[in-house]
């Protein structure tokens, strides 16, 4: 098959890999000159693991190439996928279609025969009707039709997840469109991993409905982690209790500073947005997004509460920006709230993330950036856990404690126990829905 892939962003750049490693022949189309001139000396421009060798082969296998020009693209396609961002937008929280829209349009004109047309961005319901319409609208005389396919793979674990997908759903209202997507989905059918097919509607609100379930999965045990702190449970026990159930399940079931990234806070809001339109307020997302946005500024709380009541002039430590592991995705992480406020109570921060700084230095003003955790640690008041990053979760402690000023921790994943924490020599630890000590 011959897809054009519009937008080569975290979603559509893996896609595109990922469909051409299948052996289908795929352009990715990009307006981003400084992406494309990355993407054409073959530098992914995010960080995901594993995505650069598997562009490099494809590239070399010439089933995959990269353009700003859309119509060369499109031109003689089986499929053109939007892929391009769908933010919140300013003033209201909906979806912004700007830029699906947008591609739309160009789409439309230079559209040759017949193609599908495939909606990759997450959109509220009713936008590939939308879609139809702009097309038709554009080029009255274009021979195509519209499919819903909404992505639900997760940044750093990327390829993995679309290569091996726990579902592919595909919305679609014609049986040629269902041709062209079968075939393009073939490899995953015959490994018997399940293809969805259903309607446009439900297609884009089946996405809706899972970001928003998992958000509020992860706002919930956040929720009793607040109430395990001050009833003296242990909301690592209580996760663990809960997720054997298989009715629960144990994923999206720990406590931390509040989900981020660049789903679950846009999408849920969305939501919300979409249940007022339609007079069905989406009650338990509003509320979900409520309790996030508390959950998130209580952790400045903890920080100055393990500095003894003030951060003023503080040296702290904060160890990951990125709003979850293995990914340089900045975009409404945690850190974002957290560590504006720890310098707007004048703390002097320095932050250390094996692939933020990229992104986080723009975003994070006034904060000094180190290379080296223990580097950062090193005549410092507190240390604060923010993303979960793999070469923190095994930290020379002792060395840590000898080398900072008064040693204390802010646990916000809790990856660490107390018990080896005190040991270490910190004299202070607080973590989530959990005892700490010295505070
Ligand atoms: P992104 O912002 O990383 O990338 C979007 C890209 O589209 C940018 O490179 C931009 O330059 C390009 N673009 C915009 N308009 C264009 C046009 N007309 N022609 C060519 N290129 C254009 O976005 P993303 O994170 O990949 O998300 C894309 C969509 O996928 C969103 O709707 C998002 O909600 C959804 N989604 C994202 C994830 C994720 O983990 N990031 C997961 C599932 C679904």
Redesign the pocket.
């Known amino acids: 098959m011959k897809i054009a892939m519009?937008?080569?962003?975290?979603?559509?750049l893996v896609s595109g890999v990922c469909f051409s490693d299948f052996g289908h022949d795929v352009v990715c189309?990009?307006?981003?000159i400084t992406?494309l001139n990355q993407l054409e000396k073959g530098i992914a421009p995010i960080y995901e693991p594993g995505l650069e060798e598997l562009m490099a082969k494809n590239v070399a296998a010439g089933r995959l190439s990269f353009t700003g020009d859309?119509a060369h693209a499109v031109t003689g396609a089986d499929a053109v996928f939007i892929?391009?961002?769908?933010p919140t937008r300013r003033g209201d929280a909906h979806a912004d279609l700007t830029?699906v829209m947008?591609?739309a349009e160009?789409i439309a004109d230079a559209l040759t025969g017949y193609a599908v047309v495939v909606t990759?961005?997450?959109?509220p319901v009713g936008t590939n009707r939308q879609v139809k319409q702009v097309i038709q609208a554009t080029n009255p005389g274009a021979e195509f039709d519209v499919a819903s396919n909404?992505?639900?793979?997760?940044?750093g674990a990327a390829i993995d997840d679309f290569m091996r997908p726990d579902r592919v759903v595909v919305g679609f209202e014609s049986g040629r469109a269902a041709k062209v997507m079968n075939d393009i989905y073939r490899p995953l059918s015959l490994r018997d991993f399940p293809i969805m097919s259903t309607d446009l509607e439900s297609a884009e609100m089946i996405k809706y409905a899972a970001n928003a379930f998992l958000a509020t999965k992860i706002t919930f045990i956040n929720e009793i982690a607040t109430l395990c702190e001050r009833v003296g449970a242990d909301v690592k026990k209580v996760s663990k209790g809960m997720g054997l159930d298989g009715r629960i399940g144990s994923k999206f079931l720990h406590a931390g500073p509040g989900y981020g990234g660049?789903?679950f806070p846009?999408?849920t809001k969305a939501l919300a947005r979409m249940g007022q339109d339609h007079a069905i307020p989406m009650q338990l997302t509003e509320t979900v997004i409520k309790v996030n946005d508390e959950v998130k500024r209580r952790m400045t709380d903890k920080v100055v509460d393990l500095c003894s009541g003030s951060v003023n002039g503080k040296v702290i430590a904060v160890l990951g920006v990125t709003f979850k592991p293995n990914t340089d995705?900045m975009r409404d992480s945690p850190s974002l709230t957290i560590v504006p406020s720890l310098v707007g109570n004048g703390a002097k921060i320095r932050v250390v993330d094996p692939h933020g700084r990229r992104e986080g230095e723009e975003l994070l003003p006034g904060v000094v950036w180190h290379q080296d955790v223990y580097e950062a640690a090193a005549d410092a008041d507190a240390i604060v856990i923010l993303t979960e990053w793999n070469e923190f979760r095994a930290l020379d402690l002792e060395r840590m404690a000898k080398s900072m000023v008064t040693p204390r921790m802010a646990d916000l994943r809790n990856i660490y126990n107390a018990d080896d924490v005190e040991r270490a020599g910190f004299t202070a630890y607080v973590c989530i829905g959990r005892d700490g000590f010295g505070v």
């Open positions: 519009i937008g080569t962003g975290y979603v559509g189309v990009d307006k981003d992406k859309l892929a391009v961002g769908t830029y947008e591609a160009e990759k961005s997450t959109v909404p992505e639900f793979l997760r940044e660049s789903c846009k999408d995705d």
